[in-house]
Structures are given as C-alpha cells and as structure tokens.
C-alpha cells in the first residue's frame, strides 16, 4: 500500500504465531498472519534472504509474485484495507 518499511515490523511469537505490525500515524496496527513451524532463527534467515533477494533483485517476478500472492493479506486484501481504513490509516501520498 505504500507504507515506508521501516514503519512494518514481523514478529513470531513463542506458539508460532506470526505477526505483520504497522507502526504509522501515531498508530499501530497488528495483523496475525498465521503458524509458521520454524524456530525464530530459521524465520529470520528465511526473512533476510528474501529481503536481500528482493534487493538485489535476484528474485524472479514469478517467485516475488508467488510469495506475495500467498500472504494473509493478500488473499483477504479487502479485509485487510478495510481493516486499516477502519482503524484510521490513510494511504500513503502517493496512493491517493
């Protein structure tokens, strides 16, 4: 939605539970986007080597698709927006 990324945070709880965190605003928006069976190393390899993939754009757009695609909310992207828009975040500029 165009949020900078430095005000989106992932967090994984101790059960598993993954979270998407937006701190915008002055607010905070707290998404759970579902169970990941990974210890918290393994989540933050996995989330630094799809981060540098995604920099260095040694990932396909069919990979990038595909795991953006995949995500809570993107299959429930209208509930998700809703959500946001509900809880009073206004899109970025240059969504407008």
Not at 23 to 38: C, E, I, N, P, Y
Not at 59 to 67: A, F, M, P, S, V
Not at 83 to 94: I, M, N, R, T, Y
Request: charged fraction near 25%.
């Amino acid at each position: 939605m165009g949020f900078p990324a430095d005000e989106i945070y992932v967090q994984l709880r101790e059960d598993k539970m993954m979270f998407v965190i937006l701190q915008s605003q002055g607010k905070r928006f707290v998404h759970a986007t579902g169970v990941l069976d990974m210890t918290q190393e393994e989540f933050e390899a996995a989330w630094m080597a799809t981060a540098e993939a995604v920099n260095s754009r040694t990932i396909t757009d069919e990979e990038l698709h595909k795991i953006c695609s995949s995500s809570v909310p993107s299959r429930h992207a209208h509930a998700f927006i809703t959500a946001l828009l509900e809880k009073g975040f206004k899109p970025p500029v240059g969504m407008n």
